[in-house]
Structure formats: C-alpha cells, structure tokens
C-alpha cells in the first residue's frame, strides 16, 4: 500500500513532511508521488494559512479527492487556524495539530478498524488538552524523528516552533502558537548525523530564529551561542558544508551574531532580513517594532562585519492604508539597501491576522502596479551585483538538473543561482558525474561567464 503527503507552503511545512514520511514509511507504506496511483491508501496535506488562497488550495484539494475517494483515508495537519479545523474535520478522516503527529499511526488504526474517536479527543484548537508543557513534550517527540530527505544535498532542521512577534499581517501565532524551541542537543545531533552523510547545505528554520531559547531561559542556549556551537563543530570535523538559516527578525539581530558567522567557515555567509516597508508609519501599522532608521543601522552593521555576504529580504506592496508615497519609500529603500534577493509580496488578507479585520482599500490593480515597480528596482540592483561576479571563480554546490537541457544548477555561498552549461549528460540524480570532474552534492569551483538580474552562468573548472 502506497501514500503521498502534499505539502503547501514554506520551508517549515516540508520539512515537518518528511518527518511524517518517516512514520509512514515505519508502518509498511510506500511513498507514491502520484494522486491517481491505484495503490494509494493514504493522502494528506500539510496546510498552510498564509493567505486565503492556500487555505482554498486544501478545500479545493480534499473535495477533488472525495469525489473520487474509494478507500483512501485523507488527514490534515500543519498550520490551520481553529475555525478551519472544524470545517475540515467535516471533509478529512483525521485532522489533527502537527504536535500530535507521534499519534498518527494510532490515529490511523482506530479509523481503519472502524473504531470510535477516542485517539482524536483532543480537537485541532492550536492547544493540547494537557497545556503548553504537553505541547512542547509532544514537539520535542516529533522533532527527535529523523526525517526523510527529499534531497541528498541539502536539508533543513526545524530550531523553533511558533512566533511571539504578532505581526499584523502574520496569523503564525495563531495556528502554529508562541514560540517553542528544539532542545539544542536534538539540533545538534541531527546536524552531527547530516554532515556525516556529507550534506552540504544546512538550513535552519523557525518563524523567528533570533530568538531560539529565549522561551527556556538560561536553561537553554540562544540562537548566538547555537550558532557558534555549529561553527565548532564544523572546524572539529572539518567537514565542508554551509549553515544558512530563516527567518530572523530584525529587532533581535545583534552585532555578536555577525561576528561569530564571520569567525566560522561553515555559518554560510547570507542573511535574509525582512525589510516589509520602507515607511515607518507602515512598519508601525505593522506592529515589527523598528522603524526604518533601526533596520538601516543593522544593514549597516553586516556590510561592516561581513562584507562579502549577500542580503534577502521580504516586502509586502499594497498594505492597508499604504500610500504612493509610503511606496516610494519602499522602493528608495531597496535602493540604497541593493538587496541581491527580494521576495515581494502583493499584500492580502490573512485568516487569522489583526490586519484581515481593516479595509483592504488598495485596489488590485495598484498592487500588480508596485509589485511590478519594486520588482524592476530589484531586477537593476542585484543585476549591478551580480555583474561584479563576472569572470570570478565562485565555489558552488551542485544541485542537479536545470530546467533547460544540457545544463545543470547549483548556487554560492551567498545563495545565487549559477546555471551551469555542461558538454556532457547533465547529472539527473545525486552521485552521478558532472563532466567526469565532480558530483551533483559537492562542490565546485565555477567561473563565471555571464550575468543575470537574479542569476549567473559559469563553467566548472
């Protein structure tokens, strides 16, 4: 018997995927990456609630697979706000917090042997019916599965579950709650397991990664000495790999965390820092706490402490309320900030958030307009950036195939995207030669032969 686990979303959601990959497949299924593979007996989502189409997504999903259903036993997890976990419960077999995931084999045999709902007392509410201490038990139970990669190269480890910040336009801590950090002897393991199968690319993930063991107190370590802790393994082992992580906020980034990724050759040299606003009235309706003066003097601090490193950020256009020339400081902003990665966001209303209960008054089109504006303003700063790359030698991790044939990918250190132009079969799994010189998982030097806007082409040497 066969199952196939869609995740919707970001980073976080795939990951908490492959832990459940790892249960099933413990239970004698076998993974399909198929929807209308006869053997399935299984098919679940992990949901994401960032906005209201992804939540449609599911609703769209489940009721495609009910119509057709047979025997096929449907869940839910992820991240889902109460309200929707109770319409859910009316289409899914088994709906349940990604806490309770530990239970799903339980969950599983109490419906396929047409038992009551005992397993299922404790509802999708966000909360365990034991309180936050069984929450956080339940997490540290799921977070000790080792996952399933979908990659030989690259994996991410979940730090952090859950958000203190209450962003306005975030509903995060009303479906995944506060902050709850991974005990760092966990994280650290799995990082121990992950290098010594020589992945090359490590990256950390929680809504707010700064503030790991902040929620523990000084029975924990924070997120600077988790840092540095990795980078001592790393110079012990000498094992070769980068430690990226996401996302941090700006209020807690501190100069002592520059330092120490400057100090240790694994803390990979890129830090992605949602700006979300260039207007400091915006910022305020967006309850992040900084205005733009603060998050200046941080960019400021990491051209300083590590000048080669590459900055991302988050924008949001078309917030309510955002006038044209709250925008135009926006976009002056990601002038003088010449960020290398944007991820621009037209603003919609989140399930959940503060904001979903304010007028969405910025007309659609508006927002396509300053979404294609800051867009190109993106496309002209990292094009100068990347320019300066042209005819270096970059190292770079190689990563497979590229959409176009005869051409594989792979990116730098600072996470940017090198497409590789190959005489020879363009690798397609990982351990298969590249050009009879290396591997699809390794390294490799590059140079670089031509210029992007948001990518590079080079030649492995």
Request: aromatic letters at 10%; charged letters at 30%; proline letters at 4%.
């Amino acid at each position: 018997m066969k199952y196939m686990v869609l995740p919707f979303g970001c980073q976080m959601n795939r990951s908490d995927t492959g832990r459940i990959r790892t249960i099933l497949n413990s239970m004698g299924f076998e993974e399909s990456e198929f929807e209308d593979d006869p053997d399935l007996a299984i098919k679940g989502i992990i949901a994401c609630s960032i906005r209201q189409k992804a939540v449609d997504r599911v609703y769209g999903k489940i009721r495609n697979w009910n119509a057709s259903k047979g025997k096929i036993l449907t869940f839910l997890s992820g991240c889902f706000l109460p309200a929707d976990g109770e319409k859910f419960e009316e289409l899914f077999d088994l709906v349940f917090p990604i806490d309770m995931v530990s239970s799903l084999p339980e969950m599983i045999r109490a419906k396929t042997g047409d038992m009551s709902n005992a397993v299922l007392s404790d509802k999708p509410s966000g909360k365990s019916a034991s309180g936050d201490l069984m929450t956080k038990e339940r997490l540290e139970n799921f977070w000790e599965l080792r996952p399933v990669y979908s990659s030989k190269a690259e994996a991410f480890i979940p730090i952090q579950n859950g958000c203190n910040k209450f962003c306005t336009f975030c509903a995060v801590p009303y479906t995944r709650g506060r902050e709850v950090s991974r005990l760092s002897t966990g994280i650290l393991d799995e990082l121990r397991s992950l290098i010594g199968k020589n992945y090359r690319s490590i990256t950390l993930l929680g809504q707010n990664v700064n503030s790991y063991g902040l929620d523990k107190g000084d029975l924990e370590l924070n997120f600077v000495e988790l840092m540095k802790s990795i980078g001592k393994i790393g110079r012990e082992t000498g094992k070769n790999f980068w430690t990226y992580f996401t996302s941090p906020h700006p209020r807690d980034m501190s100069g002592e965390l520059l330092e120490v990724i400057a100090e240790y050759d694994v803390l990979a040299k890129q830090i992605h820092l949602p700006l979300q606003s260039g207007d400091d009235e915006v910022l305020y309706r967006m309850n992040r706490n900084y205005s733009l003066a603060d998050y200046r003097r941080m960019v400021y601090a990491i051209r300083h402490t590590l000048p080669e490193a590459t900055l991302f950020t988050d924008i949001i256009v078309g917030f309510c309320g955002e006038t044209e020339t709250q925008f135009e400081r926006t976009l002056e902003a990601m002038k003088e900030f010449r960020f290398d990665m944007a991820y621009i966001a037209k603003y919609s209303p989140r399930p959940g958030a503060t904001s979903e209960r304010w007028r969405d008054d910025i007309r659609r089109e508006v927002k396509e307009r300053r979404f294609t504006e800051a867009s190109e303003v993106l496309r002209e700063t990292a094009s100068r950036k990347n320019r300066k790359l042209l005819a270096k030698k970059q190292r770079v991790l190689l990563c497979g195939e590229d959409e176009r044939k005869d051409y594989s990918f792979g990116y730098t250190e600072g996470r940017i995207p090198v497409r590789l132009s190959l005489n020879t079969d363009t690798a397609k799994s990982p351990g298969k030669d590249i050009g009879n010189r290396t591997k699809v998982g390794e390294f490799a030097m590059v140079q670089i032969i031509s210029t992007g806007s948001l990518s590079v082409e080079g030649r492995v040497l």
